[in-house]
Nanobody, 122 residues
Framework: QVQLVESGGGLVQAGGSLRLSCAAS????????MGWFRQAPGKEREFIAR????????DYADSVKGRFSISRDNAKNTVYLEMNSLKPEHTAVYYC???????????????WGQGTQVTVSS
């Protein structure tokens, strides 16, 4: 089992930035690709970004390209999501996820965190 705990969410004004963190435990962190998803009120959970085990490759949903950045520190067993120029429509619960398969990070990761709320005020 992989346990994931997100942190760093909160209330931010439009145009501001936030950095989310996700700490992993339970298994060898570098054996897993990592991803971020979000779920806005009344909407389905959607994929935002993923990163390979080594951190050498990252992919993003079109909606966040150029605005969000995913990174990881394998020495700290942590993955990050840097969010810039935030808008009210970015308000959602943000989840990190892990899977040994890079493809499954988009379609259905095996492990999920509990989520962290991000609220962007106008």
């Amino acid at each position: 089992q992989v346990q994931l705990v997100e942190s760093g969410g909160g209330l931010v004004q439009a145009g501001g930035s936030l950095r989310l963190s996700c700490a992993a435990s339970g298994r060898t962190f570098s054996n897993y690709g990592m991803g971020w998803f979000r779920q806005a009120p009344g909407k389905e959970r959607e994929f935002i970004a993923r990163i390979t085990r080594s951190g050498g490759v990252a992919d993003y949903a079109d909606s966040v390209k150029g605005r969000f950045s995913i990174s990881r520190d394998n020495a700290k067993n942590t993955v990050y999501l840097e969010m810039n120029s935030l808008k009210p429509e970015h308000t959602a619960v943000y989840y990190c996820a892990a899977d040994s398969s890079y493809n499954r990070l988009v379609t259905g990761p095996a492990y999920w965190g509990q989520g962290t709320q991000v609220t962007v005020s106008s």
